[in-house]
C-alpha cells in the first residue's frame, strides 16, 4: 500500500472511488464536493491524498484549510474520505487518515476538524468533547458528529468561536 498527494491525472479515478463508497443519497454531493476541491483553486490550503494498491488508487481523503476571524490558528478539516468497498475493513481507510493526520502535525496543525461518525474516528483520538467551541459555517443535522483532535499543545479558546472552511464546504446540505 502506498500514500502519496494526488494530482491532476487523478481526478477520474478519485471520483470513481467517491461514487461506489458512498450509497445514492450521498453519492452526488459527495462526487459533487470531491470534484470542486480538485478542480477549484482557492486561498485556502488543501492536501489530497490517495491510497494506491499494486498500481491502482483504492482510497481517497482531503484536508483543507480552516480559517478562524479571530484567532490564528493552524487547522484543517477533513472531508471527504473513501475507500473502494473491495478495500473496506483492510485498514486503508485508518492509513490514509493516520498518513494525513501526521503530516499534518508535522507541519505544525493545531486542529482536524471531522463531520463523521465519532465511534470511527475517535479511533485517531478525536473528541466531541468541546467540541461547542467551534462553530461550524453551518447548523449540523447531527450535532453529536462534530468532532477536533488537538495537536501540538494547542490550547483551546476560552470562548466559542466561528470557522471559515474552502468554498467546496459552503454547501448547508453537507452539515
Excluded at 477533513?78 to 508535522?106: D, E, F, R
Excluded at 479511533?123 to 462534530?146: D, M, N, R, V
Amino acid at each position: 500500500m502506498k500514500i502519496r498527494l494526488s494530482n491532476t491525472n487523478d481526478q477520474q479515478v478519485i471520483c470513481a472511488v467517491h461514487h461506489s463508497a458512498f450509497g445514492e443519497e450521498e453519492r452526488k454531493s459527495i462526487v459533487e464536493l470531491t470534484m470542486n476541491f480538485l478542480s477549484q483553486p482557492s486561498d485556502y490550503f488543501t492536501l489530497s491524498f490517495v491510497v494506491e494498491k499494486e498500481g491502482v488508487v483504492v482510497g481517497h481523503t482531503i484536508f483543507s484549510e480552516i480559517k478562524f476571524k479571530e484567532h490564528n490558528m493552524k487547522a484543517f478539516i477533513l472531508a471527504p474520505l473513501a475507500v473502494l468497498p473491495s478495500n473496506q475493513n483492510m485498514s486503508v481507510g485508518k492509513s490514509l487518515v493516520k498518513h494525513g493526520l501526521n503530516y499534518l502535525a508535522s507541519q505544525g496543525a493545531e486542529l482536524i476538524f471531522v463531520y463523521g461518525d465519532p465511534v470511527y474516528y475517535s479511533k485517531f483520538g478525536f473528541q466531541t468533547e468541546q467540541s461547542g467551541l467551534f462553530i461550524p459555517p453551518y447548523k449540523l443535522q447531527y450535532p453529536h458528529g462534530w468532532q477536533y483532535l488537538q495537536f501540538n499543545n494547542s490550547s483551546l479558546p476560552i470562548d466559542p468561536i466561528q470557522l471559515s472552511c474552502a468554498p467546496p464546504l459552503r454547501k448547508p446540505e453537507l452539515w
